[in-house]
């Protein structure tokens, strides 16, 4: 008997129908004799409305605040399935974030899982139970509530399965797997069966949004065998693997992109040591997330420029912390632009490929998209791009790299 | 400087404009130099809203879920109460029952408190804050989340007063205190400035809606001076004594009514010892409170009858209950009828007053209303009538004692 995570998000839980739905392939998962634990998100459309109304209250609600109201979204979705697993005759049992004790740090909006007690989640499977835990929540030393952001119900399914030790984390979506590109943009793009941990952190992290980086990276360091498959049909989905390269492995496994990102730049800062930190420190202060980072010295006056690239919604609060620095610093200028898409090709085969890079930037040239700015990791090469230009980008670099075909 | 609680319900919190309001009220108390806790209840619609969720999911959704999910209401209330008076410069935080500490036995949808640790908002209280309290909840042994049923809210306030010592408990509503009798049947209906604690009861359990039985129960046994007044309108309200009966203690205070009744009889049972435990024993083991009892034995064959009332929803749960005692005892038969009203004269006077009871007797029957059942206590004379009767009862009987006059 197999212990099996599995998460279904809000798109997943959107109404009443679904959540029966949902309780339908959970009965059907345990038939097969494998106890369960059922990670839900709040129902969709749910935290809008909750954060609307809080707007409504107050222009700035404390992130305190703000995470009780919003934590209510998954505690009415646990309840709801369990009442739907209990109604179809399999016993469930649902548990807040509090109730097993997830246990995170105090950054409200933004809370990072410390540790999970698994016992009473335990004795409540040795019962026989279904248990039906709720996402994106926990709480922290002093029991205020907290959240865990975006994508956190991800997180949390990640957390429990290490947790657990889980035989497998199954993610449900509205999509059948990991694709070389968004299907929505690129009309020919496969789903791959299989895919490695860092390149499912790379495309993560450069914005395919089937799964939150944060539950890639944490599934990566505990090793759980995470697969992501689809809510409303049958298949296997793709398997996120730890295993060395296969033999062979293709150059490039996808496109990733990243629509939602604003970049800032300081300019005429000196260019001296610790540049950097002084700047992108209060950045990270504020517990704004940090993607490119670039930094290049100017030859005429020997003064440097940064720019780097937030989440759209941090953009204005990055801006305004950066014109602070910049009067402290003494720098000539900051300017930011939010529109601007982020696009990468990701494969582990890139290590050792050469002419990937030159490849991207020469098959964009030929489209007349301008780049930004160029970002390299060991398996990924990251371009900015004007957002006008972002479909274009991704399918123009799916079909250059051959993904179109088997 | 004292400590204050007041408890706003759902109708004072019913949008976010009324929410501010209370934030208005709240901090105008506040700036007195009181420190403040705040019980409040769900939105008003709130409990409905989740309520058709749950029975859309589910024909007989499991109480503890049903809990789960209900407790969420108070939760969005008190995250966007904080919001608000936090907005309007007032330091504030919230409280879930479970963060407060708030123990109640594990009868979900009906708990009872059983202790309130007051560590967590004593803190929060030194440190500047008001505190905001989700009403009409609580967290079991096992840390399970239950409700404390209709009008919980009521309690939780008093009991927050009780455990904090407060001095003064205020619970505001949509009536500006406790009147002769209801003011939308009686025009006459005048409000009293204070009333002793046992009429209270008295009024409370025979069906004013102002305050729950429960809770001036709670208020009673320990001492809490309670006080009602309007959440829309300046006004003293009418404050709840524990001072023995004043010289002049008029005869009667007030005229109740419930309408939310059923009774049912169950005929030909044997007359012997143990057999109202036998067929009250079951209703309440099925936590269906009830109120008035009559025991009678049939001349003609030595067998008895045994009539209670119950409230309305808990009718067809006891009528099935006492089906299966009947079989069980050999009983005649078993007769239920929901179209019944509850009418009852209050008054501590009452006491060293003779001729109450036949007065009311006769008003009664000069209108042509049948008693159906007739129940005292030494406060108090019930009866019940047909509910179509009940208004005219209620106004028939306001004027018969005066109750119109100053």
Redesign the interface.
């Known amino acids: 008997m197999a212990l099996i995570v599995e998460k279904y998000g809000g798109t997943s839980v959107g109404d009443?129908d679904r959540?029966?739905a949902v309780a339908d392939r959970v009965i059907a998962a345990k038939a097969k004799g494998d106890d369960l634990v059922v990670v839900v998100s709040a129902m969709s459309g749910e935290t809008n409305r909750?954060t609307n109304?809080?707007h409504?209250?107050?222009?700035?609600?404390?992130a305190?605040?703000?995470d009780?109201?919003l934590?209510?979204g998954e505690?009415?979705t646990?309840?709801?399935l369990?009442?739907?697993l209990?109604?179809k005759g399999c016993k469930a049992?649902?548990c807040?974030g509090?109730?097993v004790r997830i246990r995170t740090d105090s950054v409200h909006g933004k809370a990072r899982i410390q540790n999970i007690d698994d016992t009473?989640v335990r004795a409540d499977l040795d019962d026989g139970c279904v248990v039906v835990v709720a996402g994106f929540q926990g709480v922290d030393e002093q029991?205020?509530?907290t959240t865990l952001g975006r994508g956190g119900s991800d997180t949390t399914a990640v957390a429990m399965a290490a947790a657990l030790k889980a035989e497998e984390c199954r993610i449900y979506t509205d999509v059948d797997g990991v694709y070389t590109a968004d299907p929505h943009l690129v009309p020919d793009a496969r789903r791959l069966e299989r895919i490695t941990v860092e390149e499912m952190l790379e495309l993560a992290g450069a914005g395919t949004k089937v799964l939150q980086t944060r539950s890639v990276e944490f599934a990566g360091k505990y090793k759980v065998p995470l697969r992501v498959l689809s809510s409303f049909e049958e298949g296997p989905g793709t398997l996120i693997t730890y295993e060395e390269s296969l033999m062979e492995q293709p150059m490039i496994s996808g496109i990733a992109y990243h629509s939602d990102e604003a970049k800032l730049t300081i300019r005429g800062v000196p260019d001296e040591p610790g540049i950097a930190y002084q700047i992108l420190g209060p950045i990270s202060d504020a517990h704004i997330n940090v993607d490119i980072i670039i930094q290049n010295v100017s030859a005429e006056d020997g003064t440097a420029n940064v720019t780097f690239t937030v989440h759209r919604n941090d953009f204005q609060k990055a801006l305004s912390i950066l014109d602070e620095i910049a009067e402290g610093l003494g720098a000539a200028e900051v300017v930011g632009d939010d529109n601007i898409a982020k696009i990468a090709v990701v494969g582990v085969g890139m290590r050792s490929h050469a002419g990937i890079a030159s490849k991207m930037f020469r098959s964009l040239a030929d489209e007349g998209i301008n780049i930004q700015m160029i970002s390299t990791s060991e398996i990924k090469i990251s371009v900015v791009v004007d957002d006008k230009y972002m479909e274009l980008a991704v399918r123009t670099l799916h079909k250059a790299f051959g993904l179109d075909q088997e």
Chains 1, 2 share one sequence.
């Open positions: 009443v959540i029966c909750l109304l809080a409504e209250v107050s222009n700035r609600p404390p305190r605040e703000l009780v109201l934590s209510t505690q009415v646990i309840a709801l369990s009442m739907a209990n109604a049992r649902s807040t509090s109730q009473r029991q205020n509530i």
